[in-house]
Structures are given as structure tokens and as C-alpha cells.
């Protein structure tokens, strides 16, 4: 079955305290991307990559770090974690970044917070 | 610059229809996308409509663009509680590497 995988899905941590959200996806796809979604804001994008050792910035990415060391894995880390991380996490692949009609396929979703 | 915006909420009695407006701003959007999001879930594509067309219809959703008004619409015939979720608009640009999302209608069916 085609599906992007997070984990966890859900977490709490305190301020300061490094953590690191896998995201998984089998489709082989080139494109990842994170998002995170706020009330009021929809889903707004911390990093993306296109492929294998090339990621870039998105809106948001103060405060995050990824990697992309295979394909299947773009995992999204906290070096210290600040309550306004607190949020709902995203992570989601495509063969194409949208150009095209090529669908975004969407994670289940992390929800985490930072006390 | 790139902005989506939608109503917050919408509340509609079982069997009518609902219809969830979305503008945007960015005239070089490419395709527009609206995704659903059910309770404690992801988000999953419902339909998507070029930016060269001006409806689309898929069963139960009809998808309207008015390209000159950047509106977009997604109107949902004979609508169930099991449609109850929110609603995002998205749209992608040309040589941006990302979705530009709306915040999100959220439908909320009575009966």
C-alpha cells in the first residue's frame, strides 16, 4: 500500500529538549516536504527536498533542521524545542512538487507539544 | 505575493448543499487543489482543477474557477455527516516547490 509513515504520532517534551520526527514514504518518490498547521493559518512549509542530499527552505524554517540521506526518509529535527513549535506536523512526498497534477501524498500527521 | 484565503466555518443541514469559497491571489497559479481533513487524520486530495478550465465536476463535487475573480469553489451536492471535516484550499505555482494552503473551512453538518 502506497503511504507516507510519521513517527510519533503524538508527543510531549519540554523546552530545550532535542527530538527528531521520522517521516517514511514507499512510493519512491523524489519530492518531501514538511508542513506544520496552525488554527487560522492552514499548512504553511518548513523545508522541502527535491531529492537526495538537496533540501531547501520553505516559510517557515526557523527553528528546524532535516536531512535527506536516502530517498525514503526525510526526517524533520528540533535542536531545542521552543513552545511556539507547538503544532500539528506534516510530512508529504510527490514525483512532482506540483507542477503537474502529481498529487502531494500526506502523513497522518504528528501532533506535538512543547511545555 | 502568494495568499489563499477562506471562511473559517460553514454549517449546513444534511441533504442540501454546501458550498466552500476560496480567493487567491497569485495569477500564476497552476493547478488548484482542495484537500480533506477529517478528525485526528491527514489530509487527503478530494479533486484538483487546472488552471485553464473553469469546472469540474466528480460525482457529488462540483468545482467551479473563476480565473478573471481568482474564486474558487467547491460546492457538495446531497451533503452527509460523513462529509463533516475541514476543507482546505491549495494552490501550486509555477516554479515554487510547494502547496500555498488556505486555513481551512471548517463544514460542520446538522441534521
Known amino acids: 500500500e502506497a503511504q507516507v509513515t510519521q513517527n510519533p504520532r503524538y508527543l510531549i517534551t519540554v523546552t530545550g529538549k532535542k527530538l527528531t520526527v521520522t517521516c517514511s514514504q514507499n512510493?519512491?518518490?523524489?519530492?518531501m516536504s514538511w508542513y506544520r498547521q496552525d488554527p487560522g493559518l492552514g499548512l504553511r512549509q518548513i523545508y522541502y527536498?527535491?531529492?537526495?542530499?538537496?533540501?531547501d527552505k520553505g516559510d517557515v524554517p526557523e527553528g528546524y533542521k532535516v536531512s535527506r540521506k536516502e530517498k525514503r526518509n526525510f526526517p524533520l529535527i528540533l535542536e531545542s524545542p521552543s513552545p511556539n513549535q507547538t503544532s500539528l506536523y506534516f510530512c508529504?512526498?510527490?514525483?512532482?512538487?506540483?507542477?503537474?497534477?502529481?498529487?502531494?501524498?500526506f502523513g497522518p500527521g504528528t501532533r506535538l507539544l512543547v511545555l | 505575493g502568494e495568499d489563499v484565503e477562506q471562511s473559517l466555518f460553514l454549517s449546513v443541514r444534511e441533504g442540501d448543499s454546501s458550498v466552500i469559497n476560496c480567493t487567491y491571489t497569485?495569477?500564476?497559479?497552476?493547478?488548484l487543489y482542495w484537500y480533506k481533513q477529517e478528525p485526528g487524520a491527514g489530509l487527503q486530495l478530494l479533486t484538483y482543477?487546472?488552471?485553464?478550465?473553469d469546472m469540474k465536476q466528480d460525482q457529488r463535487l462540483t468545482v467551479l474557477l473563476n480565473k478573471k475573480d481568482k474564486h474558487l469553489s467547491l460546492r457538495i451536492a446531497d451533503t452527509q455527516t460523513g462529509d463533516s471535516a475541514i476543507y482546505f484550499c491549495?494552490?501550486?505555482?509555477?516554479?515554487?516547490?510547494?502547496?500555498?494552503f488556505g486555513a481551512g473551512t471548517r463544514l460542520a453538518v446538522h441534521p
Open positions: 508529504a512526498s510527490s514525483c512532482d512538487p506540483g507542477v503537474t497534477q502529481e498529487t502531494q501524498y
Open positions: 512510493m519512491n518518490h523524489e519530492y
Open positions: 527536498s527535491m531529492n537526495v542530499e538537496v533540501t
Open positions: 497569485d495569477s500564476s497559479s497552476t493547478y
Open positions: 482543477i487546472f488552471s485553464n478550465m
Open positions: 491549495a494552490e501550486s505555482i509555477s516554479g515554487y516547490n510547494k502547496l500555498i
